[in-house]
């Protein structure tokens, strides 16, 4: 793992093509955004939210990202046909 980044933070195919039209959705081969789309909903957690995936800085970091990183995880899979809720 490089200096500074929390362990388990990667970039994944969704994080670059949160819709399926944009410029980076054709650097990815279906097979990719699907297996990408199947990790961001797996990573759902019980409450329905999503966790950070970088390195919290401060105690208030995770509280104050986390609402932002679900809606953007609910908006991607939305945006690419895959259920919600």
Not at 14 to 26: G, T
Not at 70 to 85: D, I, K, Q, S, Y
């Amino acid at each position: 793992m490089a200096d500074g980044y929390a362990p388990g933070e990667h970039h994944f195919p969704h994080d670059y093509a949160r819709v399926p039209d944009s410029l980076a959705a054709r650097w990815f081969t279906e097979e990719e955004m699907a297996r990408s789309l199947d990790r961001l909903a797996a990573d759902q957690e019980e409450d329905g939210g999503w966790p950070i995936c970088w390195r919290a800085w401060a105690p208030g970091s995770a509280l104050e990202w986390r609402p932002i990183v679900t809606v953007e995880a609910l908006r991607t899979l939305r945006a690419h046909g895959r259920p919600v809720g």
